[in-house]
């Protein structure tokens, strides 16, 4: 099915696609409003970029096991869509790709994934829970921002950042375990989770971004470690319930306002030196 084939195309409720296709393109379905439901054969092996975006009356979409590649914004702001399995022959979650599918309750993401895009669950808002195989070893700035209702999520072995803003504004994340391959935390990473109340940095992180933690309300303790020689701006500020904070000999530089706000904030290491900060 060529691009445009029937974009804006906005009174279609339901098409049947023919067994011969192989590739739906981009665009191909684009803001078909009023679409509920689609099946897609078993011989297509590739969707192409931003094939269904905008079908904001589509509840539920079956990727036959064929399908090896499905483009960025393929689904994006689909917004009725409750659920999605991604087949086992896809290997990388384009960006943009589920953005918008404020509906989205679960996905399943197969062991062939390796990598997961920008952008690629941006504000799935009902998103709960998420399992990332142990085959992802990169994860794309704001893939997961904005999802206020993602309790908890994995982060896989192997992994060696947690890019920009990746979980920002993730309001009911509750906790979180770093893996032990991790050494950074990029800008904003964690900023907005507000129910987080615990989290392990790894030995081996030796950069935490501005804004890391920022605005994460219920945070009680945290540990620097020893590899990390510069606190960036805004790292902690607004963390109103740290009471405690360990910050390595090796530390040279504290950022502006990086604790700003913390008003919990009763023990420090070498804590003359951030007195001017607080």
């Known amino acids: 099915i060529e691009s445009w084939a029937f974009e804006d195309c906005t009174s279609l409720t339901s098409i049947n696609i023919p067994d011969g296709v192989t590739e739906i393109s981009d665009r191909a379905f684009a803001d078909c409003k009023s679409l509920t439901s689609i099946?897609?054969?078993?011989?297509?092996?590739?969707?192409?970029?931003?094939?269904?975006?905008?079908?904001?009356?589509?509840?539920?979409?079956?990727i036959p096991k064929g399908v090896a590649s499905i483009g960025g914004d393929a689904f994006a702001y689909c917004r009725s869509l409750t659920s999605i399995t991604i087949?086992?022959?896809?290997?990388?979650?384009?960006?943009?790709?589920?953005?918008?599918?404020?509906?989205?309750?679960?996905?399943?993401?197969?062991?062939?994934?390796?990598?997961?895009?920008?952008?690629?669950?941006?504000?799935?808002?009902?998103?709960?829970?998420?399992?990332?195989?142990?085959?992802?070893?990169?994860?794309?700035?704001?893939?997961?921002?904005?999802?206020?209702?993602?309790?908890?999520?994995?982060?896989?072995?192997?992994?060696?950042?947690?890019?920009?803003?990746v979980f920002d504004s993730c309001k009911s994340l509750t906790s979180i375990i770093i893996p032990d391959s991790v050494t950074s935390i990029g800008v904003g990473a964690f900023d907005g989770c507000e129910s987080l109340t615990s989290i392990t940095i790894p030995e081996n992180v030796t950069w935490i971004g501005q804004n890391a933690f920022e605005h994460c309300k219920l945070l009680t303790s945290i540990t620097v470690p020893e590899g990390v020689t510069r606190i960036q701006d805004s790292a902690f500020a607004y963390c109103s319930s740290l009471t405690s904070i360990l910050i390595p000999k090796d530390v040279t530089y504290i950022g502006e306002r990086a604790f700003e706000s913390c008003s919990s904030l009763a023990s420090m290491t070498d804590k003359d030196r951030a007195n001017s900060i607080l």
């Open 87 to 165: 087949p086992k022959g896809v290997t990388s979650i384009e960006e943009i790709t589920f953005e918008g599918c404020s509906s989205l309750t679960s996905v399943t993401i197969p062991e062939s994934v390796t990598s997961i895009g920008e952008y690629a669950f941006m504000n799935c808002s009902s998103l709960t829970s998420i399992t990332i195989p142990e085959s992802v070893t990169n994860i794309g700035a704001y893939a997961f921002y904005k999802c206020s209702s993602l309790a908890s999520i994995n982060i896989p072995e192997g992994m060696t950042r947690i890019a920009e803003r």
């Open 39 to 62: 099946i897609i054969p078993e011989g297509v092996t590739e969707i192409g970029n931003d094939a269904f975006e905008g079908c904001s009356s589509l509840t539920s979409i079956t």
